[in-house]
Structures are given as C-alpha cells and as structure tokens.
C-alpha cells in the first residue's frame, strides 16, 4: 500500500487549497479514508473522514462547514478541499487509510499513511 499526499502550500488567511492523496497497491473502493492533521507542538488530530462507500463523512468541529473530502474511486484518489483557510488551520496534513468500511477519527484506526504535505497560512 502507498499514499503519496500533495497540495500543500502558503496560503493567505481566507484562501483555499485542495490536497490529494493517490493511492496505489490496494482495492481502493473497500477502504476507509481519513486526512489528519498535525500542528507544531501539537497532538496529530483527525480532521475529516470518508467511508468506503463515499456515503459516511466525519469532519472535525473545527473545520465543519469550510473544508470537504471526497474520494474518487476511479482514480484511485482523495481529495480535501478546504475553503476559508485560518491560520490555525497550519499543520502538516497526512492521508490516511484502513481496510474497513468507516473508522473514525482516531489515527489509531488507520493502518496506512501518506506522508505529509504542509499546510501555511500566513499573511
């Protein structure tokens, strides 16, 4: 299984930034997907979640209503697209997955992990 994460970049206060994760080595369409995030000094959290089915989503409170995942199974990728950027939202962000129709926001419920794309916002 491999995960590679992409996307992350400086970005101001209010702007968007959309990272993917492509996946490869597994059937995609059976897995759980999650996008975590780790800021500095800080525990990695779980930010949004989709199940396998693309019918279930989590999103943490702090990002509900700005940020959306999604998942295209065709291709073998997800995405996080994230809207209204604040500057606490900077973190390094990890994609992850596990072989299992929903699993929730606990990292240790993910079996794989990209490896990380950084998130800056900044004026």
């Known amino acids: 299984v491999q995960l590679q994460a992409s996307g992350g970049g400086l970005v101001q206060p209010g702007g968007s930034l959309r990272l993917s994760c492509a996946a490869s080595?597994?059937?995609?369409?059976?897995?759980?997907i999650g996008w975590f995030r780790q800021a500095p000094g800080k525990e990695r959290e779980g930010v949004s979640c989709?199940?396998?089915?693309?019918?279930?989503?989590y999103y943490a409170d702090s990002v509900k209503g700005r940020f959306t995942i999604s998942r295209d199974n065709a291709k073998n990728t997800w995405y996080l697209q994230m809207n209204s950027l604040k500057p606490e939202d900077t973190a390094v962000y990890y994609c992850a997955t596990a072989a299992a129709r929903w699993a929730g926001p606990l990292d240790y419920e993910y079996d794989y992990w990209g490896q990380g794309t950084l998130v800056t916002v900044s004026s």
């Open positions: 989709i199940s396998s089915s693309g019918g279930s989503t």
């Open positions: 080595g597994f059937t995609f369409d059976d897995y759980v």
